[in-house]
């Protein structure tokens, strides 16, 4: 099992920028991912990055805006979120998966507490 602890959220000005933190403990050699949840709507796949880094995936509307990352040696995956729109204000999670696709599709086992970003315009 992996537990997840997300950080980084908050509020910010349209255009601004946040890094959301993922920190993973107990058994870590999973893919991970975020996903947010608006106010009114269902939860949606933000983004995800395989084992070693080598493979990500994102949302349509973010891409190029945000970026995943992981530092396996602080067991911690981040994404960077540039260029922020009132759109992406949700509650964000991170997730945990050891198949792909049971990932992406939102069917993890394993998910964080959430942690709030607030876009202003």
């Known amino acids: 099992q992996v537990q997840l602890v997300e950080s980084g959220g908050g509020l910010v000005q349209a255009g601004g920028s946040l890094r959301l933190s993922c920190a993973a403990s107990g058994r870590t050699n999973y893919a991970m991912g975020w996903f947010r949840q608006a106010p009114g709507k269902e939860r949606e796949f933000v983004s995800a990055i395989n084992l070693s880094g080598s493979r990500t995936d994102y949302l349509d509307s973010v891409k190029g805006r945000f970026t995943i990352s992981r530092d396996n040696a602080k067991n911690t995956v981040y994404m960077q979120m540039n260029s922020l729109k009132p759109e992406d204000t949700a509650v964000y999670y991170c997730?945990?998966?050891?198949?792909?696709?049971?990932?992406?599709?939102?069917?993890?086992?394993?998910w964080g507490q959430g942690t709030q970003v607030t876009v202003s315009s």
């Open positions: 997730a945990a998966a050891s198949l792909w696709t049971v990932l992406i599709k939102g069917q993890s086992a394993y």
